[in-house]
């Protein structure tokens, strides 16, 4: 399994974008790239997931150059709601397990 | 639909004592899997069920055990409890099989004290 890297944390104020980058340099080239959320005693929320260039859904995008060795999720406009702990997950096929490292604590302040 | 449902929420046990918690997936998913919060350790993966059948383990020890029964909920029970076993232990179920990692869905977790 690739191993991720990202900031154990950052501070944004209300109503920026908040970019979290993640770097998964030996990632193969049947991996995926997926973000979780988590707020306090509360189990991972899925955010969103991409192969490769651009996804966007309601909640964020998720930006994968071309060497796919890194990836960013941007969070457009947060709130204080937002404040959570972000995780890059990076794998494959649907029967291996999610590993989670340490995520990246994000706190919005007012 | 009805989300993941771990039960109990919370829970206090004493050290040396033996503890079994349930978790119901969402209907139509398979696969089941098991996870432990600390502080220090992070979210550490214990095993996963599917259909039944043991799958993946982590690296625990053997005093962590599960089991997957037909209608796919899963128990998981921890014997011989010791004070560093205190955690959120969550449960995640997934549609499953083959294709990219299929989105997870987590329970709310149960939060067991060891003392």
């Known amino acids: 399994l690739a191993k991720t890297t990202q900031p154990i944390s950052m501070d944004s104020y209300e109503g920026q974008e908040v970019n979290i980058t993640c770097s998964h340099n030996?990632?193969?080239?049947?991996?995926?790239i997926t973000w979780y959320q988590q707020f306090p005693s509360q189990g991972p929320r899925f955010i969103i997931q991409?192969?490769?260039t651009k996804v966007t859904n309601e909640v964020a995008s998720l930006f994968i150059p071309a060497d796919r060795k890194s990836s960013t999720l941007s969070l457009p406009r947060v709130s204080l709601s937002d404040t959570a702990v972000y995780y890059c997950?990076?794998?494959?096929?649907?029967?291996?397990?999610?590993?989670f490292g340490k995520g990246t604590r994000l706190s919005v302040i007012a | 639909k009805a989300g993941v449902t771990q039960t109990p929420r919370y829970l206090i046990k004493t050290r040396g004592q033996q503890v079994t918690l349930s978790c119901s997936p969402i209907s139509g998913h398979r696969s089941v899997s098991w996870y432990q919060q600390t502080p220090g350790q992070g979210l550490q993966f214990l095993f996963e069920y599917f259909s039944e059948t043991q799958r993946n383990k982590g690296n625990f020890p053997g005093r962590f055990s599960g089991r997957q029964f037909s209608n796919s909920r899963s128990e998981m029970n921890v014997s011989t409890l010791e004070l560093g076993d205190s955690a959120l232990y969550l449960c995640a179920s997934k549609r499953e099989a083959g294709g990219p990692n299929t989105e997870a869905f987590f329970g709310q977790g149960t939060r067991l004290t060891v003392v």
């Open positions: 997950l990076v794998g494959a096929s649907g029967n291996t397990p999610l590993v």
């Open positions: 030996n990632i193969a080239t049947n991996d995926y």
């Open positions: 991409g192969y490769k």
